[in-house]
């Protein structure tokens, strides 16, 4: 079959006979598409979307109506007992609430005087005191250690050791030199 691929119009010839002649009046391909399977897809596609909606309904019902069916309780044991809380910790209802509640309670803490144990005679002063009292009296501190001894030896009683101090690292339980 030799085709004359540059020609266009009149001159050109189809191999297929069916696409040579255009019937007149025609407004599209005949050969490419047909009108009876569109609408006939259409048609289909219309009533099986009418039948799945119609049967979502009813499962809908058929749902609904379970729902609203009274039965006898599953576990019967279970009846008289009441609504049970979810374990600790649980979340908060009202956090803001919450934290007002515990800034209140800390702020009296630290503004009254409190027993913490009555029999101990433990009680719980204002903070502010407490830091007047503490600046009077002045803070606890290790008496001084005599020099000439070793670090982590105990002092001869009544010898003194200039140049030892606490140790850092053991928390004061032993004796270091001083860097002079």
């Given at each position: 079959?030799?085709?004359?691929?540059?020609?266009?119009?009149?001159?050109?010839?189809?191999?297929?006979?069916?696409?040579?002649?255009?019937?007149?009046?025609?407004?599209?391909?005949?050969?490419?598409?047909?009108?009876?399977?569109?609408?006939?897809?259409?048609?289909?596609?219309?009533i099986s979307a009418v039948v799945i909606h119609v049967g979502i309904w009813l499962v809908f019902i058929l749902f609904v109506?379970?729902?609203?069916?009274?039965?006898?309780?599953?576990?019967?044991?279970?009846?008289?007992?009441?609504?049970?809380?979810?374990?600790?910790?649980?979340?908060?209802?009202?956090?803001?609430?919450?934290?007002?509640?515990?800034?209140?309670?800390?702020?009296?803490?630290?503004?009254?005087?409190?027993?913490?144990?009555?029999?101990?005679?433990?009680?719980?002063?204002?903070?502010?005191?407490?830091?007047?009292?503490?600046?009077?009296?002045?803070?606890?501190?290790?008496?001084?250690?005599?020099?000439?001894?070793?670090?982590?030896e105990a002092p001869a009683q009544g010898a003194e050791t200039p140049g030892l101090i606490p140790a850092d690292s053991s928390?004061?339980?032993?004796?270091?030199?001083?860097?002079?």
């Amino acid at each position: 079959m030799a085709h004359d691929h540059g020609a266009i119009g009149p001159a050109y010839v189809s191999p297929d006979p069916e696409y040579a002649v255009t019937p007149p009046g025609a407004a599209y391909e005949h050969t490419d598409a047909s009108i009876w399977l569109i609408v006939r897809f259409a048609v289909w596609l219309v009533i099986s979307a009418v039948v799945i909606h119609v049967g979502i309904w009813l499962v809908f019902i058929l749902f609904v109506e379970q729902r609203e069916a009274t039965t006898a309780p599953e576990f019967p044991l279970a009846v008289g007992s009441g609504q049970r809380l979810p374990a600790e910790p649980r979340l908060q209802r009202f956090p803001a609430n919450e934290a007002l509640d515990i800034r209140l309670r800390d702020d009296a803490a630290l503004t009254n005087y409190e027993w913490v144990d009555r029999n101990a005679g433990t009680v719980r002063i204002p903070i502010s005191e407490a830091m007047r009292l503490t600046v009077e009296r002045g803070l606890p501190s290790r008496p001084a250690v005599p020099d000439g001894v070793k670090p982590g030896e105990a002092p001869a009683q009544g010898a003194e050791t200039p140049g030892l101090i606490p140790a850092d690292s053991s928390s004061g339980r032993t004796m270091e030199s001083r860097r002079q």
